[in-house]
């Protein structure tokens, strides 16, 4: 939960957190992600007090999607006038 409005991230953006007690894995899904969209540097923090485990922070950009997937949505979004010539909207 946020108590601030100031902690949100900047409009258009989404704020990805991942926490694992294995860092190649939180890594392997931060790169799985980076793959699919674009988005600024991960900061990596431990995930325990104790220096235990990796807590990554990715910033993303869900607009400007990356790879594959920007293709997948590109075809899969509905145009803006669905008619076909000689039919009524």
């Given at each position: 939960m946020v108590d601030d409005p100031d902690d949100l991230p900047d409009e258009g953006r989404v704020e990805i957190r991942i926490v694992s007690r294995d860092a190649e894995a939180?890594?392997?899904v931060a790169d799985a992600l980076r793959l699919l969209f674009a988005g600024g540097e991960q900061r990596s923090y431990p995930?325990?007090?104790?220096?235990e485990g990796t807590r990554l922070h990715l910033t993303l950009d869900p607009a400007r999607a990356a790879g594959?997937?920007?293709?997948?949505?590109e075809v899969?979004?509905?145009?803006?006038?669905?008619?076909?010539?000689g039919e009524t909207a």
């Open positions: 939180a890594r392997q995930a325990l007090p104790s220096g594959p997937l920007r293709s997948w949505l899969s979004r509905p145009p803006v006038d669905r008619t076909h010539p």
